[in-house]
């Protein structure tokens, strides 16, 4: 399996056609799956995909006393900037996979008024900068930070991204994305990522379940994870595979379709 590097492989300019539906997509050339999944007794190596690391803010939290709903979770107020000694050290014990260090900031988004949306992206280049400090040969970018952006703070967004290597736009799947609706919205994150950093690879984050309380747990349909993962592997060059809980294993058909995804053909 052949490793990305941030400035070799950006996505092209041109929209890409929507693939074919199909349950025995096979993922292009050079393509790489990611996988940041905690299925219980379940290593997606064994099907191709390589380990990255993620950081989640819950952890970050944590260091300077917030309160937070898990330590994989958020903390219930805006993140607090840590000490940074802490944090370096949170940094060095999540880096050890070969894939991306991804940040997980969810109430640092860019939005909100013009003094919040500031507030946020100093707190996210302070944190940025210390990642970079320790983990300087990295693949780091923010998770679904491209998409939770308002429009008027894309000039914000274009400074962070000079020090970011990857955008990691959240491609999870509610009850009520069709084929048609999700290829649109992963060009519309694709549109966004251009809008900012032309030349950034973007990896899309999809989960093999469905988001939504309404489908809540449920599997995607073989038909529909196949034709998500086909069409990543025509407008990227990587996705990152989120997921996990004890039931992962209980169901085989998504991981034989990401089995058949990754081989490649061969």
């Given amino acids: 399996m052949l490793l990305l590097t ?3 492989h950006g996505a092209s300019d041109a929209p890409s056609p929507a693939p074919s539906p199909s349950t025995s997509a096979v993922a292009p050339p050079q393509f790489t799956v990611y996988d940041t999944t905690f299925y219980a007794h379940l290593d997606l190596a064994q099907y191709g995909a390589v380990k990255a690391n993620i950081i989640y803010e819950g952890r970050v939290a944590a260091l300077s006393g917030q309160p937070v709903r898990s330590p994989n979770g958020r903390p219930t107020t805006e993140l607090v900037l840590p000490p940074k000694d802490a944090y370096q050290k949170l940094v060095r014990q999540h880096m050890a996979n070969p894939g991306p260090l991804v940040l997980d900031y969810e109430t640092l988004y860019l939005t909100g ?10 707190k996210l280049s302070t944190l940025l ?6 983990a300087p040969h990295k693949q780091i970018g923010f ?5 939770n952006t308002s429009r008027a703070y894309y000039p914000l967004a274009r400074t962070l991204a000079v020090h ?3 955008f990691l736009p959240s491609l999870y799947t509610s009850s009520t994305d069709s084929e048609t609706s999700w290829q649109h919205r992963l060009e519309r994150a694709r549109a966004e ?16 379940q469905f988001r939504d309380r309404r489908q809540s747990g449920q599997y995607l349909p073989p038909r529909l994870w196949s034709y998500e ?7 990227t060059k990587a996705v990152v595979l989120w997921g996990g809980g004890s039931k992962g294993n209980r169901n085989t058909a998504w991981l034989d379709v990401l089995e058949r995804f990754l081989s490649h053909g061969s």
């Fill in 6 to 8: 941030a400035c070799q």
């Fill in 113 to 122: 008024t013009p003094k919040v949306a500031k507030r946020h992206f100093q």
């Fill in 129 to 134: 900068t210390w990642t970079r400090e320790v």
């Fill in 143 to 147: 998770w679904d930070l491209l998409g």
């Fill in 164 to 166: 970011e290597d990857v």
């Fill in 193 to 208: 990522a251009k809008q900012i950093a032309p030349d950034k690879p973007m990896y899309p984050f999809q989960w093999p």
């Fill in 229 to 235: 993962l086909q069409a990543s592997g025509k407008a």
